[in-house]
C-alpha cells in the first residue's frame, strides 16, 4: 500500500514540476511580449488615441508586466537554479510582497474601469456618454493607484523571512484581512462582480446601438471594444475561481507536510492554478490582437 502511494505521488510530482518550469518560462515571455506589443499598438494607432478605454488597456499592459516578472522572474529561478532572493533579504521579501499587491490590484481595478467605461459609452444616454473623457480616465487611474499603494503599507509592514514558510504574512490578524477581505473580496467577488455587471448593460447597450442610427465607424469601433471587454472579463472570470477557491482552501486547510500523497496533489494543484490565473495576465493582450485583426 505505501509502496503503491509512493509510486503515484512520485508520477503526480513528474508532472506537476515541469509544468511550473515550463508554464513560467511561456508565461513570462509570451506575456511580456504580447503586454509590450498592446501598450505599441494602442498607445500609437491614431484610432485609440483620446480613448478611455484604450488608456485602461495600456495602464492595464504596463502592470501586467510588473506582475508578470514578480510571479515568474522569482518562480525560474527558485526552480532552475534554487535561488530565493527573498529568504535573505527582509528588504527585498517586502519590496516583491507590495509590488505584487499593487500591481494586481491596479490590473483588477482597470478590468473593471474598462467595463464601466464602456457601458457608459454605448449608453443611450447623451449626458452619460458626454461625461467620459480621457481626463476622467487619468484621474481614475490616478486615484486608482494611490488607493493601492496606500493600501499596501500593511504588507511592507507585516511581510517577515519566516522560518518554515519563508517570506509571508507574520500577524495573525493580518493573515485574516489577507484571506477574507483581500484575496476573497478585494481580489476576488468584487471585480468579478462589478466587471460582469457592467458587461452584461454594455451588451444591452450595444444592441440598441445596432438598431440606432449610428455612423459605421464609431459602431465598428464600439463593437470592438466591447468584444475586448468582454474577452476580458470573461478570461479573468475562467482564471481566478479555480486559483482563488485553492488559495483559501490552502490558507485554510490543515497541513499536508506528513502526507506524501496529499502533498504531491497540492503542488500539482497549486501548479496548475496559479498556471491558470497568470494567464489572465499573459494572454489577454493576445485577445486584443486577434479582435482588433478580425
Known sequence: ?????????????????????????????????????????????????????????????????????????????????????????????????????????????????????????????????????????????SINVVVWILHSIPFAIFYEILPLTGCNISNKYFSLHFSVVYLSLLNGFVP???????????????????????PHIRRRFDRQMTAIVFSRVALLVSVSIPFGTYLLYSMNAPGVMGNVLLSAVDQLCSAATSTLFYMNYAVSDYIVHVILIY
Open 192 to 214: 468579478l462582480v462589478v466587471s460582469l455587471v457592467f458587461s452584461a448593460f454594455t451588451y444591452r447597450n450595444v444592441r440598441r446601438i445596432i438598431r440606432r442610427q449610428v
Open 1 to 141: 500500500m505505501e509502496e503503491s502511494i509512493s509510486t503515484t505521488s512520485r508520477i503526480i510530482l513528474a508532472v506537476a514540476r515541469p509544468l511550473l518550469i515550463y508554464s513560467s518560462y511561456v508565461c513570462l515571455i509570451c506575456g511580456l511580449i504580447g503586454n509590450v506589443l498592446n501598450i505599441i499598438i494602442v498607445g500609437f494607432l491614431k484610432v485609440f488615441r483620446g480613448n478611455p478605454s484604450s488608456f485602461y488597456l495600456i495602464v492595464e499592459s504596463f502592470v501586467n508586466c510588473g506582475v508578470l516578472l514578480n510571479a515568474y522572474a522569482l518562480r525560474i529561478l527558485l526552480s532552475q537554479f534554487n535561488i530565493d532572493f527573498t529568504r535573505n533579504s527582509i528588504i527585498l521579501c517586502k519590496i516583491l510582497a507590495v509590488e505584487r499587491e499593487i500591481t494586481v490590484m491596479i490590473s483588477l481595478m482597470a478590468i473593471c474601469c474598462e467595463a464601466l467605461d464602456q457601458f457608459l459609452v454605448t449608453s443611450h444616454d447623451i449626458a452619460r456618454r458626454q461625461k467620459i473623457t480621457l481626463k476622467l480616465a487619468q484621474r481614475m487611474a
